[in-house]
């Protein structure tokens, strides 16, 4: 195989794998958003726990206050129907008494039934507790794993470049004008195979005496209908010009 074209193939090796850890390096992020996200998610459902507790707190404390008011009137009627003299007043006070008392009754089932659900809040607020301690371990983890790998693919990243910057500067100028510009207009694959007398990148049959030059192996030879750079091996196969 000519020389260029080897160095043609190398370069392009060099940049499909640096567009793989560029594709890397843009993953990188998305995924640390899904571990805030992650993150986020078990903090919001403690908060949710917590705010419900407190609704409950706040229920039962208002509960509480509406038993008092209810019992100070208990106590004033209490005490005017020891000052009456009258009958009706008296009974009348009592009827008061009596059902500020079944109130006070009612209240008090209600709170209790607040007092079960904020036991139970309180498991649940252990349970999801425990669920974000280890979120936030994994997390952490997945967080520093990440660093890592960025880190690694930088580094590749450095020494991919560096091999492509020279490999690039090793080729004739104006081969390499056409592969650089190949490589804009149309992407990762530059420099392609024939394979039973089809162009390896725009799979169009190439006219026999573009197969056969390529074969002869004397010149870069392109490929008519895209103007990728062609490259023949044997083994690609056998009866291409026959
Ligand atoms: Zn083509």
Redesign the pocket.
Same mark, same amino acid.
Do not use: F
């Given at each position: 195989m000519l020389e260029s074209l080897e160095k043609l193939l190398i370069l392009q090796d060099r940049d499909h794998h640096l567009r793989r850890v560029r594709e890397e390096l843009a993953q990188l992020e998305p995924e640390r958003e899904a571990l805030r996200q992650r993150l986020q998610s078990a903090q919001a459902a403690l908060e949710q726990v917590r705010q419900r507790l407190r609704q409950l707190e706040n229920e039962r404390r208002q509960l509480e206050l509406e038993v008092a008011s209810k019992q100070q009137l208990i106590d004033r009627y209490t005490h005017q129907q020891m000052q009456t003299r009258k009958n009706e007043e008296y009974q009348a006070l009592s009827l008061e008494i009596e059902r500020l008392k079944a109130a006070i009754r009612q209240i008090e089932d209600r709170e209790l039934d607040l007092m079960e659900q904020a036991e139970l809040g309180q498991k649940e607020m252990a349970t999801v507790q425990d669920t974000l301690r280890h979120t936030e371990n994994w997390v952490r983890e997945q967080q520093t794993l990440l660093q890592q790998r960025e880190q690694n693919l930088r580094l590749e990243y450095q020494k991919l470049s560096a091999e492509r910057h020279q490999l690039a500067n090793d080729l004739e100028p104006s081969l390499r004008q056409r592969y650089e510009r190949l490589l804009k207009s149309r992407g990762g694959n530059v420099v392609?195979g024939i394979a039973h007398g089809v %162009?390896g =990148? %725009?799979h169009?049959r190439l006219p026999p005496q573009v197969v056969v030059d390529c074969r002869s192996d004397q010149e870069i030879v392109t %490929?008519p209908? %895209? =103007?990728?750079i062609l490259y023949y091996k044997r083994e690609m196969d056998m009866e291409v010009v026959d």
């Amino acid at each position: 195989m000519l020389e260029s074209l080897e160095k043609l193939l190398i370069l392009q090796d060099r940049d499909h794998h640096l567009r793989r850890v560029r594709e890397e390096l843009a993953q990188l992020e998305p995924e640390r958003e899904a571990l805030r996200q992650r993150l986020q998610s078990a903090q919001a459902a403690l908060e949710q726990v917590r705010q419900r507790l407190r609704q409950l707190e706040n229920e039962r404390r208002q509960l509480e206050l509406e038993v008092a008011s209810k019992q100070q009137l208990i106590d004033r009627y209490t005490h005017q129907q020891m000052q009456t003299r009258k009958n009706e007043e008296y009974q009348a006070l009592s009827l008061e008494i009596e059902r500020l008392k079944a109130a006070i009754r009612q209240i008090e089932d209600r709170e209790l039934d607040l007092m079960e659900q904020a036991e139970l809040g309180q498991k649940e607020m252990a349970t999801v507790q425990d669920t974000l301690r280890h979120t936030e371990n994994w997390v952490r983890e997945q967080q520093t794993l990440l660093q890592q790998r960025e880190q690694n693919l930088r580094l590749e990243y450095q020494k991919l470049s560096a091999e492509r910057h020279q490999l690039a500067n090793d080729l004739e100028p104006s081969l390499r004008q056409r592969y650089e510009r190949l490589l804009k207009s149309r992407g990762g694959n530059v420099v392609v195979g024939i394979a039973h007398g089809v %162009c390896g =990148g %725009c799979h169009m049959r190439l006219p026999p005496q573009v197969v056969v030059d390529c074969r002869s192996d004397q010149e870069i030879v392109t %490929c008519p209908n %895209c =103007g990728r750079i062609l490259y023949y091996k044997r083994e690609m196969d056998m009866e291409v010009v026959d």
